[in-house]
């Protein structure tokens, strides 16, 4: 997942309403199982905050071009 909101827009809530609506698409698109994974650069306390309220789990933490992100899953598995 790659997401970013503009500065002057930061603090408002919207990148966690667009990822929530994203989520419920993705959910009536795709009913099979499946995992989303989130790389977010560390220290991004809010794109963090945004995955842990939407029910992203942590991850390891990994290096990627010389900058290390924190990781986040989230496994979808429809009602049987």
Avoid at 35 to 49: C, D, F, P, Y
């Amino acid at each position: 997942i790659d997401y970013s909101v503009a500065a002057e827009d930061r603090g408002r809530g919207l990148g966690l309403a667009v990822l929530r609506r994203a989520l419920l698409e993705l959910r009536h698109s795709r009913p099979a199982p499946w995992t989303l994974v989130a790389q977010v650069k560390a220290g991004n306390l809010a794109s963090r905050r945004v995955f842990e309220r939407l029910g992203f789990a942590a991850q390891p933490a990994v290096e990627l071009h010389g900058s290390t992100y924190d990781v986040f899953r989230l496994r979808f598995a429809p009602p049987a």
